[in-house]
């Protein structure tokens, strides 16, 4: 493999990983109904074990509610339950044709948990993108051991590789920021 496919390989995975984390940022809840909350609950559903957007249209009809109308009624049942098993803590109003989830406004203490827990999956982008870093200047090192390339292409390689991680890094701190302000908004 030759230097610039080594540069182009990882700055892929740091733009996958900054995707990943971004993505991660959207689970956490900020006192707004949003249906991406819903993402990872699975409905069993006839048997199968089915995401929640499978068996159901997820809408906001208010800023702090979520509507679930499934796309059978007999599913009401297994929705509810799938939510209550949940960690997401909220209690699901079966009207008999839909699902209401109300989203309570966020506490101080409720605030200071999802920073916390952002931080927590910043900090996790962060090492995703130090990993692909390292892995990268072991094939630089490798190459060099091997003599297909100069000490001198190592270290100008390592050199951009070192400004693609900072660069990506500073992104993900840049989203975090974003999510911690709307984390913070009353």
Do not use: W
Not at 24 to 41: D, K, M, N, Q, Y
Not at 101 to 121: C, D, M, Q, S, V
Request: hydrophobic fraction near 35%.
């Amino acid at each position: 493999m030759t230097i610039p496919d080594l540069l182009k390989e990882a700055e892929e995975k740091m733009k996958k990983s900054l995707e990943a984390t971004r993505h991660e940022f959207t689970l956490i809840r900020t006192g707004r109904a949003s249906p991406v909350i819903l993402e990872h609950v699975t409905v069993n559903y006839y048997g199968s074990d089915l995401p929640i957007n499978q068996v159901a249209t997820i809408t906001v009809p208010e800023p702090r509610q979520l509507l679930i109308v499934p796309f059978d009624r007999n599913a009401l049942g297994a929705i509810e339950k799938a939510i209550q098993k949940s960690d997401l803590n909220l209690t699901p109003n079966n009207d008999g044709t839909g699902i209401r989830l109300n989203i309570p406004a966020l506490t101080e203490e409720r605030r200071k948990e999802f920073i916390k827990t952002l931080h927590k999956k910043a900090e996790l982008g962060h090492a995703a993108i130090r990993n692909i870093r390292h892995d990268c200047i072991n094939h630089l090192r490798a190459l060099t051991k091997n003599k297909e390339c100069s000490e001198d292409e190592e270290k100008r390689a390592a050199e951009k590789v070192q400004k693609l991680t900072d660069q990506y890094i500073a992104e993900i701190d840049k989203a975090a920021k974003l999510k911690e302000q709307e984390l913070l908004e009353v």
